[in-house]
C-alpha cells in the first residue's frame, strides 16, 4: 500500500503567513520538493544529486561528473 508523502516545511519559511515556503517530504529512497503555492508540482530526486546540485551551488564543485549529465 502506497502512503501519502509526510511534508515539512523548511526552517528558513520563518513561520510567516502565507504560501512561500519549500516543504520536503522523504522516503528512504528519494526526495521530493515543492513550493507551498504549488503543491501539485512536485520535484523528485535523490540524496546524492541534491547534495551535489547544492555543492555546485555553493561554489565547491567546478565541473560537473559525467553521470550526471543529460545524455
Given at each position: 500500500m502506497k502512503h501519502a508523502p509526510?511534508?515539512?516545511k523548511s526552517t528558513f519559511s520563518g513561520g510567516g503567513e502565507g504560501n512561500t515556503c519549500?516543504?520536503?517530504?522523504a522516503?528512504?529512497?528519494?526526495?521530493?520538493?515543492r513550493e507551498?503555492?504549488?503543491?501539485?508540482?512536485?520535484?523528485?530526486t535523490t540524496p546524492a544529486?541534491?547534495?551535489h546540485l547544492l555543492a555546485g551551488i555553493r561554489g565547491k564543485i567546478t565541473k560537473v561528473d559525467s553521470h550526471l549529465r543529460e545524455h
Open positions: 509526510r511534508w515539512q519549500i516543504e520536503l517530504a522516503t528512504p529512497t528519494t526526495l521530493h520538493l507551498s503555492d504549488t503543491p501539485a508540482t512536485v520535484l523528485t544529486v541534491l547534495a
